[in-house]
């Protein structure tokens, strides 16, 4: 079994950012990343957000650089999925869905899931209308209207923001009631453009290239219709990709890794950065730090082994 000082768990910036800080502080490292290098940035159109890049980057260009960086600095990397991380004081011993490897230290940055729609073509328009991420996405739809869809707090609060930004928002639940917190559900009564559709759902997108509408079915007696909006925003929930970790590891509510703010788990040696820990911002500017944060303790770890 090859033996590493340092695994990194995704290739997304997080995991990028964190094994860039290992290779340089001359640290063996293994990077892990079932897909190309990228993560979530690869179904980003365009980065607006992030710093240094005045007008935007698009989102492969920013990953296809982040991954070119790191060939200056020799490595290994697996295309495989971690299917299991088993923890032993001092050791790590990682399952891949072909090899086995070992690292003395291991940095978790395996990201989030965002709950779908379940929609045809919902994929086909991420990034062309369908967001996850008002902060993200939300100037790109300037004085248009939006729609979102959710009943519980990151619906309220991603359409209060969106409102501030956009023209009209329709905000979509298919109850009766909004799950949120009340002074939310307060807040948004009080928002002129913001319109509760109610007890409906979407059973359609529209559009070619990039979504320009939804039907809409009410529950309660189907009449159908149609909402002519350049965005939908999907707030039904995420989840973190952790069900390789190891068993005793710390997880707060949807799996997110619970940490301290130098990225160390309850596990000696085992580390977690970007969207994957149990935080509130979730950005590419955010992994970038955690990522430099977890590889710093990493090493810290490493030195005094
Ligand atoms: C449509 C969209 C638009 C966005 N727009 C912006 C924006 O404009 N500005 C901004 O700052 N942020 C934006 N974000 C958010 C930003 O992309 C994320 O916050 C950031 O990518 C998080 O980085 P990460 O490295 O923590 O995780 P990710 O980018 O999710 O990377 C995680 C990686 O881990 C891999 N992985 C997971 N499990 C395993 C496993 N078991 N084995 C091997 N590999 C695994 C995944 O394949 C993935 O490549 C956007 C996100 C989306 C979805």
Not at 46 to 51: A, S
Request: net charge neutral; hydrophobic share 40%.
């Amino acid at each position: 079994m090859k033996e590493y000082a340092a695994a990194v768990i995704g290739g997304g910036p997080a995991g990028m950012t964190a094994a860039l800080y290992l290779l340089r502080s001359g640290v063996s490292v293994a990077v892990v990343e079932r897909f190309a290098p990228g993560g979530q940035m690869l179904s980003t159109e365009i980065i607006e957000n992030y710093p240094g890049y005045p007008g935007g980057i698009k989102g492969y260009e920013l990953a296809d650089r982040m991954a070119d960086q790191l060939k200056d600095f020799p490595h290994d990397v697996y295309r495989q999925e971690v299917r299991t991380v088993e923890h032993q004081p001092g050791r790590n011993i990682l399952r891949l869905d072909e090899d086995s490897i070992q690292a003395k230290a291991v940095i978790i940055c395996s990201g989030v899931v965002w709950k779908r729609l379940g929609l045809e073509r919902e994929e086909v328009f991420i990034g062309r209308g369908i967001s996850y991420c008002a902060l993200c996405d939300a100037n790109f739809f300037k004085g248009q209207a939006v729609a979102a869809v959710g009943g519980g707090n990151t619906a309220l609060e991603e359409s209060i923001h969106l409102s501030k930004i956009v023209a009209k928002v329709y905000l979509i639940h298919r109850r009766d009631a909004f799950r949120g917190d009340k002074i939310f559900q307060d807040r948004i009564q009080k928002i002129a453009n913001i319109q509760c559709i109610m007890n409906s759902v979407v059973t359609e997108l529209l559009g070619d290239d990039h979504l320009t509408g939804l039907k809409l079915k009410r529950l309660s007696d189907g009449l159908e219709s149609r909402l002519d909006v350049s965005a939908l925003f999907v707030f039904v929930g995420s989840h973190a990709p952790t069900g390789f970790v190891p068993k005793d590891l710390r997880l707060g509510p949807d799996g997110f890794i619970v940490t301290d703010q130098e990225m160390r788990t309850n596990l000696p040696g085992v580390f977690a950065a970007g969207d994957v820990r149990d935080k509130l911002c979730r950005q590419v500017a955010a992994a970038v730090g955690d990522g430099a944060t977890a590889a710093h303790s990493a090493s810290l770890y490493l030195n005094q082994l």
